[in-house]
């Protein structure tokens, strides 16, 4: 039996920049792609990772808003960042930003990301 999913497109948060969509909707769930700290309406990405971070989650909230869904519905998300270093950084925002959400987490570091960011989020989140 085929899945029937549907793809989430907003403008308030960063096109996605290759062959992929922000997040699909399928049987209940909505899975964002990485998000990067890039602003939206001016192209451009902060250059310190609390400025990135909180960038992803003002990304993340757009996508998350269009699909229906929040971060308190948030089951699991995956943190990939340039520079392990950073860690306490992106959790303290991180902590800031969920709003007392404590879903599944992964964390990794990673050799480069996409427009040589400091880090990137994934989410998987339940939709009305």
Same mark, same amino acid.
């Given at each position: 039996?085929?899945?029937?999913?549907? @793809?989430?497109?907003?403008? /308030?948060?960063?096109?996605?920049?290759?062959?992929? $969509?922000?997040? @699909? +909707?399928?049987?209940?769930?909505?899975?964002?792609s990485? $998000? @990067?700290?890039?602003?939206?309406?001016? /192209?451009?990405?902060? #250059?310190g990772?609390?400025?990135?971070?909180?960038?992803?989650?003002?990304?993340?909230?757009? @996508?998350?808003q269009?699909?229906?869904? $929040?971060? $308190?519905? +948030?089951?699991k998300?995956t943190?990939?960042?340039?520079?392990?270093d950073?860690?306490?950084?992106?959790?303290?925002?991180?902590? #800031? %930003?969920?709003?007392?959400?404590?879903?599944? %987490?992964?964390?990794? #570091?990673?050799? %480069?990301?996409?427009?040589?960011?400091?880090?990137?989020? #994934?989410?998987?989140?339940?939709?009305?």
């Amino acid at each position: 039996m085929a899945t029937v999913h549907q @793809i989430v497109a907003t403008d /308030k948060a960063p096109p996605a920049l290759g062959p992929y $969509s922000q997040a @699909i +909707i399928a049987n209940g769930f909505v899975f964002c792609s990485g $998000s @990067i700290g890039m602003n939206p309406s001016t /192209k451009q990405v902060p #250059e310190g990772v609390a400025d990135q971070t909180n960038q992803v989650f003002d990304n993340l909230a757009a @996508i998350l808003q269009q699909a229906g869904s $929040s971060f $308190s519905k +948030i089951v699991k998300t995956t943190v990939f960042l340039q520079n392990m270093d950073d860690f306490a950084t992106v959790n303290k925002v991180y902590q #800031e %930003r969920m709003g007392g959400a404590l879903p599944a %987490r992964a964390c990794v #570091e990673v050799a %480069r990301l996409p427009m040589n960011v400091l880090v990137e989020i #994934e989410c998987t989140a339940t939709v009305n």
